[in-house]
């Protein structure tokens, strides 16, 4: 179940670096299927500074997609269009109940 949909996926302003610029920390993806920019400043004990953007794409490989209707009246009759999106290397069998 998708549930985690934040505006910012991650800020720290006080990390540090090795000698090389070296760096590695974990956080949580978020749940939606976009892509995200990642921006990075970085500023020396000199006071050299940098910049770099990259794309971190965050996907699911077998999803369904919903759409469901805004509002609904008693008595109304209606059709839920369902999107079964499946990006496995094979095909899925559903399991029976």
């Keep these: ?52 953007t990259a794309p971190i794409r965050v996907f699911q490989d077998f999803f369904v997609d919903l759409d469901l209707p805004v509002s609904l009246t008693e008595g109304d009759v209606v059709s839920v269009p369902v999107a079964v999106y499946n990006y496995l290397p094979r095909r899925r069998r559903s399991r029976s109940s």
């Design 1 to 52: 179940m998708r549930s985690f949909f934040p505006e910012t996926l991650y800020t720290n302003p006080s990390l540090i670096t090795t000698v090389r610029a070296a760096l590695r920390f974990t956080f949580p993806m978020a749940d939606s299927i976009t892509t995200w920019r990642v921006t990075s400043l970085a500023s020396t004990a000199r006071g050299a500074l940098g910049s770099s």
